[in-house]
């Protein structure tokens, strides 16, 4: 049987890929709308690793891990001038 759910009103993890874009379509990409989506995302990230009573070391890991890759990006117009060279740095 049929499901009568309306695409707008599935999550994105339950779309199929034919109902796509009715999916997209049905979206609102305002600056309001995505302000609220980034700080849902904040919210729901807080509230699985950083507000639990037992937490484990996946926030240091993951605040590791964003900072290597920040300082990767900061430095990478220096580093790819000498990515190709073997003497003389």
């Not at 759910?5 to 199929?16: D, G, I, N, P």
């Not at 305002?30 to 996946?58: D, E, L, Q």
Request: proline content about 3%; hydrophobic content about 40%.
């Amino acid at each position: 049987m049929a499901d009568k759910t309306a695409v707008s009103e599935l999550r994105l993890s339950e779309v199929k890929l034919g109902q796509l874009p009715r999916w997209l379509a049905s979206c609102s990409f305002s600056p309001f709308s995505m302000w609220g989506a980034v700080i849902r995302g904040k919210n729901r990230y807080y509230h699985k690793y950083v507000n639990v009573r037992k937490t484990g070391v996946a926030p240091v890991g993951q605040f590791v891990a964003v900072c290597i890759i920040v300082s990767y990006i900061w430095r990478y117009k220096g580093e790819k001038h000498h990515r190709l060279r073997k003497h003389h740095w």
